[in-house]
Structures are given as structure tokens and as C-alpha cells.
């Protein structure tokens, strides 16, 4: 059944915000409709303009380097080949990242975590605030872990709170992935560059050019005094925006005026499947989800106080995916329920799946041909030191509108952008960040990432991207502003 309301509905005296923003907002959502293919369109065509861009510059079409170990030299097709499957480890990691972020919010105790959540607002306004902000609180921890749980809580929030406009609070719980998660603990970019078995070699020699080493710690990146304080500001911008954005009670559109029933929110339905036979213990018992939680926990303990440095750099990919796997054990209690878990979880990872080898693909095309050095020379001649994080931030995330994937880009964009910020003498982990916040900004123009919230409730994009829009139009300048001006605070 069609849920979503129609831009005409939503535009019409009295019925909507027929403000201005609101009125850019529905027609962008109306054209990006009507004209934009799905992210798999998207990583089709651009593997096609990244092979006429490098022709364009004079890379040859075929060849490759004497040297098998070489990383550069390759001609655009010899080099699609070679990136094709050199993001297999991290296409994994990110897989497992939405598999067990997904595991650990459809569990029991965090569907009591959400009734409980959904009773602390009593007034719509507050309501869409408090979600925006529990959105970006979780997106900081885990994106994938956001999106489930988020959304789960906007619905249960908009069957308790009367009035409440359930096309601002659906887009607000997907709002963290528009603005922080990926300056969080699950941000691609920072775990790749901090993890050698993440980080292509072609990408740790561009970075190594520069400091030394092939790696950047996450205290360089996201936990550098600025890249907090960067997004604080984020956060503090876009609550205010979700509380003003809130529309009044006349023209505000309820679950119940979009045709879309509420149900409550099942938080003890024992879902345990009958024993048919006594190999159904193993599955059903919770004596071996224990032993396993115990034994991942002590090997943690030990792996971070044996760590070099601050505790803080041993975080990457994978240490983050055991955490999440060891939480979505106990929470779920019974492997059964896990397993059943991950089933779900596993047809949100699919897209992955599919593009990840065709971003390496891409990749390849420009670290491995020479592209990136041509790139990086572009910008540089356009820019200076003072204007490079800017210039960076507006260019992640026109990017990001057409390559809606945080890892992966950083991947196609790491090699031109790290070169580029070696020779204007910007700080590597600062471009980190920069790239960070502008990828996350494109996230509220395109509806990649907005599909398992809209899922969850019941909405076509078309109903939220008119608030996105709107953040995105005061959001992206604020990131603009603060990106150019704590660069002055760093040095390389």
C-alpha cells in the first residue's frame, strides 16, 4: 500500500511548511525522484567518467609496470583489474559493521531501552528534537546501530506523543548519518587510515609521504581537540534546526493522516522456538553465548591494556566489529535469536556487497594509472593552504551525492586529497576529519543510507527529504565555516 504523501499534498496552503525552504525542499525531492538512478546506477556511471577522465589526461587505455609489485604505471584497464577485489578485507568490515550493528538494536534489552527513551518527551517539537539528537548520539557510536535503532524509536515516540509530525521525526532519526557518524567511533575514513589492514598500500604511501608512516592514528583524526570540537557545533546547529523545523500543529501530518498504523512496541514476547529434538539445546541454551562474550571480553582487556600508546589507537574496524558481534551475543542471550538476528541484518549489507568490488574498480583507476597526481595538481592550483579544507569538504560532498559510500569513497579520493595536503602543508588528519563532514552532509541530499529507516517506518524518501534539505542548507555552511577556521589552530 502507498504510504507516503504526495509533494502536491505536502505543498499545498495550510497543509504543509509552505515556507520557502520547504518549497526548494519538495521540488529538489521531486526531481532526485524523478531523475536520479539508486546507488548501483550511480557506481556504474562513474566508473565510466573516472575511465574518460583518466583518457581525457592522457593515460593509456592498457599496460602495465615491469615491476609486479608496483602501484603505479598501470594503463585504466589494467588497473580496473587490479582495484576490482583490493577492497575484499574492508568490504568484510563493513558488512559486518551493518550485520552487528543491526544484531545489537533489534535485540530485547534495547527494545526496552527504546520504550523507555520514547516516554521521556510529552510535546511534538520536543519529540523531533529529542529524536535528532538520539540520532546523532547513537550515529557517533555506530551508523548502523543508528539507523535501526533510531527509527524504531521515532516510531514508538510517534504512537506516544500526540500530534507529532511523523515525516520530521522519521527524517530526524536518520539525521545523524547526515551530520556525525562519520567523525564517530564507526567513521570509515579515520579506522581505515589507522589500520594497515585496511588502508590500501597505495593509500599508506601517499600518507607515509608526509609523516613518515603509512598510518594516522585516531588521535589525529577524530580525537583531535578540534575534530570534537567540530562536531559539537554540528550537533548543537542541528538540534536547534530540528526544534525549529517542527511544524505547527495544523499543518503537522501524523503516522495515523499518512495512512500507517502504530502498533506498540514488543519488548517480552518470548520467541523462543519449541525443542524438537536434543540437538536444539546447543541453540537455544545460553550457556555457550556466555562462555564466548567471557572469552572475547578477556582477550579485549588484554588487547587494549597491551596496546602502544593511547588506548584510543587500538580502535579500528576490526576491533570494533568484535565489540559489536560480543554485544549482540549476550543481548540476544540464545544463539538462535542471534542467528535469526543476522538473517535480517544480512539483506541491508547486500548493497556492499555488490558495489564495493566496482568502487575498487574505480580506485584503481586513479591510484594505480597516475590520476591522482593529476588530481591532486588540480587542486592545488586552485587552492592555498587557508582554503584547502573547504575546498575539500564542498568537493566530498558533491561527490557523496553520487557515491553514497563513506568507506569506499575515502578510498577513490585518499590518495589525490593526502598529496594534495602534502604539498600545501595541511595537517593529513585534519583532511580526515574535513572529508568526514562533507561525505556526511551529502547523506541529507540522497537516500542510499535513508532506505532501512525509511523501511522501518513505513515512508518513501520523498516524505523526509524535504527536511534534510533544509538542514543541509544551514548545516553545510556551518561545517564550511568551522573546517576553514580551526585549520588555522594545526600544524602539519
Known amino acids: 500500500m502507498e504510504v507516503g504523501v504526495s509533494v502536491e499534498q ?20 521531486a526531481f532526485t525522484e524523478r531523475w536520479l538512478p539508486d546507488s548501483f546506477g550511480f557506481v556504474l556511471v562513474g566508473t565510466f567518467v573516472v575511465l574518460l577522465l583518466g583518457l581525457a589526461t592522457g593515460v593509456s587505455l592498457i599496460g602495465s609496470p615491469d615491476d609486479p609489485k608496483a602501484t603505479t604505471g598501470y594503463g585504466l ?3 580496473w583489474g587490479e582495484g576490482f577485489w583490493s577492497l575484499i578485507p574492508f568490504t568484510l568490515q563493513m558488512t559486518m559493521i551493518i550485520i552487528g550493528g543491526y544484531a545489537v538494536a533489534v535485540s530485547r534489552p534495547v ?13 511534538p517539537r520536543t519529540a523531533i528534537a529529542f529524536t535528532a539528537a538520539i540520532s546523532m548520539v547513537t550515529a557517533y557510536l555506530n551508523w548502523a546501530f543508528s539507523l535501526v535503532f533510531t527509527a524504531i524509536l521515532a516510531k514508538e515516540t510517534s504512537r506516544l506523543v500526540r500530534g507529532v509530525d511523523y515525516r520530521a521525526i522519521g527524517a530526524m532519526a536518520f539525521l545523524g548519518l547526515g551530520t556525525v557518524w562519520a567523525q564517530g567511533l564507526s567513521g570509515s575514513a579515520a579506522l581505515q587510515v589507522a589500520s594497515a589492514e585496511a588502508s590500501p598500500e597505495a593509500v599508506q604511501e601517499v600518507i607515509a609521504a608526509g609523516r613518515g608512516t ?3 592514528p585516531l588521535t589525529d583524526t577524530i580525537f583531535l581537540w578540534q575534530g570534537l570540537v567540530a562536531t559539537a557545533v554540528v550537533f548543537v546547529v542541528a ?17 495515523e493522516d499518512l495512512g500507517i498504523a502504530l502498533k506498540p512496541l514488543q519488548v ?10 536434543p540437538g536444539d539445546w546447543l541453540e537455544h541454551s545460553p550457556v555457550f553465548a556466555v562462555a564466548i562474550f567471557l572469552l572475547g571480553t578477556g582477550y579485549l582487556v588484554r588487547y587494549f591494556a597491551t596496546a602502544d600508546g593511547n588506548v584510543l589507537n587500538a580502535l579500528d574496524l576490526n576491533t570494533i566489529n568484535l565489540i559489536l558481534i560480543l554485544l549482540a551475543l549476550i543481548l540476544h542471550w540464545r544463539p538462535a535469536r542471534l542467528v535469526a538476528a543476522v538473517r535480517e541484518g544480512t539483506v541491508a549489507a547486500s548493497g556492499v556487497l555488490i558495489q564495493f568490488p566496482l568502487y575498487g574498480g574505480i580506485f584503481g583507476m586513479i591510484a594505480f594509472t597516475g590520476l591522482s597526481s593529476t588530481i591532486a595538481g588540480w587542486l592545488t592550483d586552485v587552492s592555498n593552504e587557508f582554503f584547502f579544507p573547504p575546498l575539500i569538504a564542498v568537493y566530498s560532498c558533491v561527490l557523496g551525492v553520487f557515491v553514497p559510500s563513506g568507506g569506499s569513497k575515502w578510498v577513490i579520493e585518499a590518495p589525490y586529497v593526502i598529496d594534495a595536503a602534502n604539498q600545501l602543508g595541511v595537517h593529513q588528519g585534519w583532511m580526515v576529519v574535513v572529508y568526514d563532514l562533507g561525505e556526511a552532509s ?15 517506518l513505513g515512508l518513501k524518501a520523498r516524505d523526509i527529504m524535504g527536511y534534510t534539505f533544509a538542514v543541509f542548507l544551514v548545516c553545510f555552511p556551518t561545517v564550511l565555516v568551522t573546517v576553514t577556521l580551526l585549520a588555522q589552530t594545526l600544524s602539519p
Open 111 to 123: 527494545a526496552r531501552l527504546i520504550s523507555r527513551l520514547a516516554r521521556v518527551p510529552s510535546h
Open 442 to 456: 551529502a547523506n541529507l541530499l540522497q537516500p542510499f543510507w535513508m532506505l532501512p529507516t525509511l523501511a522501518i
Open 268 to 277: 517480552d514476547k518470548d520467541e523462543t522456538p519449541t525443542r524438537r529434538r
Open 10 to 29: 505536502t505543498s499545498r496552503p495550510g497543509t504543509g511548511r509552505d515556507n520557502l525552504l520547504a518549497r526548494v525542499a519538495l521540488r529538489f525531492t
Open 77 to 79: 584497464v589494467d588497473a
Open 239 to 255: 538540534v536547534t534546526l530540528a526544534w525549529f523545523l517542527a511544524p505547527s500543529p495544523e499543518r503537522a501530518k501524523t503516522a
Open 214 to 216: 603509512g598510518l594516522i
